[in-house]
């Protein structure tokens, strides 16, 4: 009951009229843990430590409204080196490993979505009870700094009206995955965008077409869109266990999706499909993925040819990618561990739907190729660093770097 009252409380604060300002942290100073009453400062209970061998993750929170938020980060320190990672709410990636020396500083600058359940006086997102922990979903903007040795010598953060919006629907192979082992690509997609794209995550775990529209999680996007945003729809998984009448890829899947055409058209925004990702199954031969999602596929992209709306083929591309590594080796894209490979996990994890960090990070390049393939205007936008990449040419999961946070959790997300 507890977590019900705060949260409760959380919302009713982030619909207090409030204009979004802009703020200046020098960390090179002594900052405060955080509070509500003091609205910023490290949180999670951590802290930056200035040690020659700090080598711990730390949290930086700043209450702020709904909206999009230009971030710009000065890496380093006068005391030491440092390799710092910068993520953002639920481990969004926005700056891998970046190395500094003692006494030399790097600025780096993103833009980052921050949300409530919150739409209006009347409505609000009908989240999950697992949901209401998720720093996607709070009323502060949470900058997570991880890596060897991270070193933040100051913050600056500011509202942003210019950047497009990337909104993300679907399920758990596209949410920001709030804890560790599990990943998404969704939460690595932001890596590639320049300050002209804000990506952001609405996806749930265990959801369908239909259910993310009852939950008013697209009234949230469309409170929050401006025309020429894009919304980026990614299901399948979930929606082929419904049974309730009516219930049928070319039926209720199919009418789901038009909705989301036309909701979306409605406000100005442009609309693109993204087929399911394949799940690890393979035949009798270990060598070909085995087709597990019936007409699913199929009907997206017959709605999407009547509607004339842009498809990417993320069922066709990690099909490819899953055959390329071969039956064992596309185990180290998901979620197989050992047990006692992270805190309090007794038992061995093996699931063969949900990505680890290594293999969400593969199929976000995947989105971006699908993206390029579609010609769509907004990869005028990706970071001068971006590659082309191909799914039968994945990166080497033996060389990928992760650097976990501290939040983890032994228990498989919702769906499959």
Known sequence: ???????????????????????????????????????????????????????????????????????????????????????????????????????????????????????????????????????????????????????????????????????????????????????????????????????????????????????????????????????????????????SPGSGAFYNFAYALKRFVDLVRQKGGQIVFVTPTQRRQFDESGTHIVETHGDYPDAMREVARRERVPVIELHEMTRTFFETLGFENSKRALVHYPANTFPHQEKPLADNTHFNPYGAYEVAKMVVMGMKAANLPIINQLRANWQDYEPSHPDDFQTFEWFPSIIYENLKPDGN
């Open 1 to 243: 009951m507890m977590k019900k009252a705060i949260f409760s409380v959380l919302c009713l604060l982030s619909m207090v009229a409030v204009h979004a300002q802009s703020f200046d942290f020098d960390l090179t100073k002594p900052q405060p843990s955080y509070s509500d009453e003091m609205g910023y400062g490290y949180d999670l209970n951590t802290r930056q430590s200035e040690s020659r061998t700090a080598n711990n993750p730390f949290y930086f929170s700043v209450k702020v409204p709904d909206g999009n938020y230009k971030v710009t980060v000065t890496l380093g320190s006068k005391k030491r080196a440092a390799q710092t990672v910068v993520r953002a709410e639920s481990r969004r990636l926005f700056i891998e490993k970046t190395s500094t020396k003692k006494g030399k500083f790097e600025t780096l600058s993103f833009v980052v979505n921050k949300r409530s359940p919150y739409i209006n006086e009347k409505m609000s997102v009908r989240i999950k009870e697992r949901e209401k922990d998720y720093l996607d979903w709070d009323d502060r903007l949470t900058l997570e700094f991880n890596g060897p040795a991270p070193a933040v010598s100051r913050i600056q953060i500011e509202p942003d009206s210019s950047a497009t919006t990337l909104f993300l629907c679907g399920n758990s192979t596209v949410v920001d995955q709030h804890y560790e082992p599990w990943a998404s690509w969704g939460q690595m997609i932001p890596r590639w965008f320049g300050n002209g794209v804000c990506i952001s995550n609405h996806a749930e775990s265990g959801l369908t077409a239909s259910s993310f529209l009852a939950q008013n999680r697209l009234e949230k996007i469309l409170s929050m869109m401006k025309p020429g945003d894009y919304i980026f729809c990614e299901f399948g998984h979930n929606d082929q266990k419904e049974k």
